[in-house]
Each structure stands twice: as C-alpha cells, then as structure tokens.
C-alpha cells in the first residue's frame, strides 16, 4: 500500500519498478474505460474462448481494477447470472480492486514472473492488456499452460504498435508514430520488451496449446470512421488513449529513454493532437488468441 510516488503519479510498491503504468485513480478510471471499451468490441461479451462459459476454476492474470473477474464471477449484463459455481482469481502488483465483490471472487496482491505457487491448477487463464509487462511473455504463456488442467484454455486479449493505418494518412514521421516506436525503445531499455501480438499464436503453440485460434479487431484511435459501431468504438478509444496518454508515457520515457517529465509532457501533447485529428485514420490492432491444453489420453 506504500506506493511508489514519480512525477506526480504513485505506482505499484510490490516488485518496484516492473510495470510502467501507474495505478492512481485516474488511471484506474482509464482502466475501466478500457475494460468497457474490450467488452464492446466483443459485443458484450468477457471472453470469446469456448472453455470460458463453463470454467470452475478461473485465472485472471494482471487483473488491474478486477473488473473482468468481478463481471466474469457474477454481474456482467451479458450474463446475468454470472458464474456463480467458478472461482476467480484475480493477481496484479497493486491492491486497487474493490473490497466489495461477489463471493466467488478473490484478489491476490504478487508477481507473476515469481514461481506461480497455487496447489490447484486452473481451467481458464485470462490474460487481458498486459503488452510490454512481461520480461519474458513467452516464459508467462508456458506458466499458464503448466498451470492449467488437461483441456483447460488459455485465452489473451492484447493490442499491437505501433498505430496502423489502411490510406496513407498517418505519415510515418509523425507523433504517433514516433510515439510508439518511443514507447517500443524504452520498453526494451528498461528490460520489459514488447512483444508482438503477431507472435501469440506462436507463443501458444511452442507452450504446447492445440487448437490455437486468432481474432483479430480494430479500435479507431478517434471517431474518424464512417460506420456507426467503429464511430463508437473510436469514441472510447481515444477516451482510453487520449485522455490518459500521460499516463501511459511518463514512465517508459523518463525511465527508458532519459527523458524529464516536462518533455515527456509537451510531447504528449503534440501526440495527442493527432489522436483526435478525424482526417487521421488511425487504428490500434487488436488480437484476441486463445487455445486449449491437450486433454490426457
């Protein structure tokens, strides 16, 4: 609870330094931003694994605000009765999640790229969001398959840089783009290297996952799209990245690139003028994969 204070923002206490997102309300306010933003480019739903509707022992990995394993538990409108005979368990560096929450569902403050110590293995792993915050991703993908039961899935929600565009509009010297490449460098610099969604599939497989699938999405970085349903989607997008791009940038640049908070901030500020430029058409890919551990024969 002692968090670490840098820049005007606190970040988590527990393995200092290993993630570079802060965990202050208004990150935690972005954080459900996001989780709304994920659950609308599914269509209302949590999860599109097909071990998800019936799992009874669940793993939500990085679980931030714990929205997802709290919706998941019990009260997602999409499932309104939720999963009541499943146990969740939701792990993160910082203990920001409600003390309210279904009776199912549980919080466990530690660092995943510790020896994973339950004594009972899972039948679905989620792992949502957690680009860049691993120092070894594939290493993470191999524990959730180790931890798994026969048949259990594994499903991964994550979103790829840089920023792609299908017209030429997003120059490639531009702030954006520069931004991402930034964010890429001082990943690798600090030791947490951004591993490319591309690669998931892959990931799962060299774990030992059958049946490995991926699906693909797009979230508009602002609300330049025709089409109502992306319209949309751009509209919480740029509520996610715009608004908090600070947020998302402070650390790596100071940490990971030497930068001083005031340049980060004034670069921030440029970049975000093209988040929400309409003649921009912009757009993060983002890749849900997911497989199943090969039953025992």
């Not at 538990?73 to 929450?101: K, N, R, W």
């Not at 957690?130 to 180790?146: C, E, H, N, T, W």
Request: glycine content about 8%; proline content about 6%; some cysteine.
């Amino acid at each position: 609870m002692a968090y670490h204070e840098e820049n005007g923002r606190t970040y988590h206490a527990l393995a200092q330094g290993k993630y570079a997102l802060p965990n202050d309300s208004t990150e935690i306010e972005r954080l459900d931003i996001q989780h709304e933003l994920l659950i609308r480019t599914l269509d209302g739903e949590l999860s599109i694994c097909p071990g998800s509707e019936n799992a009874k022992r669940v793993l939500d990995i990085g679980t931030g605000t714990g929205a997802w394993a709290i919706d998941y538990g019990a009260c997602h409108p999409a499932h309104p009765d939720g999963h009541p005979d499943a146990e969740v368990i939701g792990v993160d560096l910082s203990p920001i999640q409600p003390s309210f929450v279904p009776p199912n569902c549980r919080f466990e403050i530690d660092d995943l790229e510790e020896e994973w110590t339950w004594s009972v293995k899972f039948d679905f792993i989620m792992c949502r969001m957690m680009l860049g915050s691993f120092a070894d991703f594939p290493r993470i993908v191999q524990k959730a398959y180790d931890n798994l039961e026969p048949g259990g899935w594994l499903e991964i929600q994550d979103l790829a840089i840089p920023a792609r565009c299908d017209d030429e509009t997003l120059a490639p010297d531009s702030y954006l783009m520069s931004w991402s490449n930034y964010i890429l460098q001082a990943a690798a610099n600090a030791g947490r290297p951004v591993f490319p969604v591309t690669e998931y599939v892959n990931y799962m497989k060299d774990a030992g996952f059958e049946e490995v699938v991926e699906v693909r999405r797009k979230w508009p970085t602002n609300t330049w799209p025709r089409d109502k349903n992306f319209k949309e989607l751009g509209m919480w997008s740029y509520a996610n990245f715009g608004r908090n791009l600070e947020g998302l940038s402070l650390a790596h640049f100071t940490r990971g690139l030497g930068w001083t908070a005031e340049a980060t901030l004034l670069y921030c500020a440029e970049t975000r003028k093209e988040l929400k430029n309409p003649n921009i058409h912009a757009y993060w890919a983002m890749y849900f994969v997911y497989g199943r551990k090969p039953l025992k024969k």
